[in-house]
């Protein structure tokens, strides 16, 4: 059995940490793998395979990798579960916003009714055979913004490459994106208040996908209101469902990174439901509101360590 080994890189806009009784030649080439999806999936690389799908929005479809093809109805499928909650297709949307949490200047009613008018996620076509792939976006304007789904969908895949060369025991931990095999881990979730430092709480996991996604990590006060990067496409503006933070633990890590998103769009109340109808084993959930209070779903309630007691929902 190889020792224990660990490589960390940067992609996908954050740190990527893994960890694997794998020997370096293993460990490298899931490194490459994931930059490759980089490359092809990045807003911000003037060849990505993203970049030059949305400068073809409302003309011609594009070829694209069978990765991103998969992506791309992996993410379309969430938006279906969650009723549009999660959606892909909010590019302009989370571009205006990202442009806000730059400048502090909320972006104008008119700007944000025009780029609502162009979330679509049904609209969006993938089709062809292996290796011939393409995908269009019919309306000019249109852009996909795949952010809220890319980390999930390459620590998946990243899984899959050490699974299959018989590693059984690893945690890949891409920016708070993981997935866990073999011996128990603790799982830290970050405190979400604004200054606080340090962790909520622990979550003990052997095997699984864990994914925390929350409203502090792009937030700046504008006036009186806080605005962040977690935008219900309903509105327009930044999620404001009384949640701050919600952790998912379940199998796929794409499903669970994007459903994050849409949990704290939707709130605990109509979260569950949607959870609840997933295919697969049960996903357990953790919300924090916006009073920093704690609630989790009963499953959780042997594996989570906190400083109070913790309700369920």
């Known amino acids: ?30 490194r490459e793998w994931v930059c490759g999806l980089d490359r092809r999936a990045s807003l911000f690389r003037p060849d990505s395979e993203v970049v030059r799908l949305n ?18 109805e992996a993410a379309r499928q ?77 620590v998946d895949r990243a899984a899959a490459l050490l699974c299959g060369a018989g590693v059984t025991d690893f945690c890949l931990d891409f920016g708070g994106t993981l997935v866990v095999r073999g011996r128990p881990r603790m799982v830290d ?17 052997r095997e699984g996908a864990v994914v925390t996604s ?4 792009q937030s700046r006060s504008v006036g009186p209101s806080r605005i962040h990067h977690i935008i219900d496409c309903r509105t327009g503006r930044p999620a404001a469902s009384g949640v701050c933070s919600v952790t998912l633990l379940g199998r796929s890590a794409a499903d669970l990174d994007a459903l994050a998103t ?6 605990p109340s109509a979260s569950l439901p949607v959870l609840r109808r997933l295919p697969g084993p049960p996903v357990e959930a953790v919300f924090v509101t916006d009073s920093y209070d704690v609630l989790a779903t009963p499953g959780l309630q042997d594996h989570l360590r906190l400083r109070q007691a913790v309700p369920s929902v």
Not at 262 to 267: D, E, I, T
Request: aromatic share 4%; hydrophobic share 45%.
């Open 1 to 30: 059995m190889a020792q224990q080994g660990m490589i960390l890189f940067n992609a996908l806009g954050t740190v990527c940490r893994v960890t694997a009784a794998a020997d370096d030649v293993l460990l490298h080439r899931v």
């Open 55 to 72: 400068q073809a929005a409302g003309r011609e479809a594009v070829p694209v990798s069978d990765d991103l093809a998969v992506l791309l």
């Open 78 to 154: 969430c938006s279906r579960w969650s009723g549009g909650a999660f959606s892909i297709t909010a590019g302009p949307l989370a571009a205006l916003w990202r442009q806000a949490l730059r400048t502090g200047h909320v972006p104008e009613e008119g700007d944000l009714a025009r780029a609502a008018a162009l979330v679509d996620d049904e609209g969006l076509l993938v089709d062809g055979p292996p290796g011939q792939r393409k995908a269009f976006l019919p309306r000019a304007g249109q852009a996909v913004d795949l952010g809220g789904i890319a980390k999930g969908y390459a």
């Open 189 to 205: 979730i970050r405190h979400p208040q604004p200054g606080v430092a340090g962790t909520m709480a622990g979550l003990t996991v």
């Open 214 to 217: 929350g409203t502090y990590e």
């Open 262 to 267: 849409a949990c704290l769009v939707l709130g």
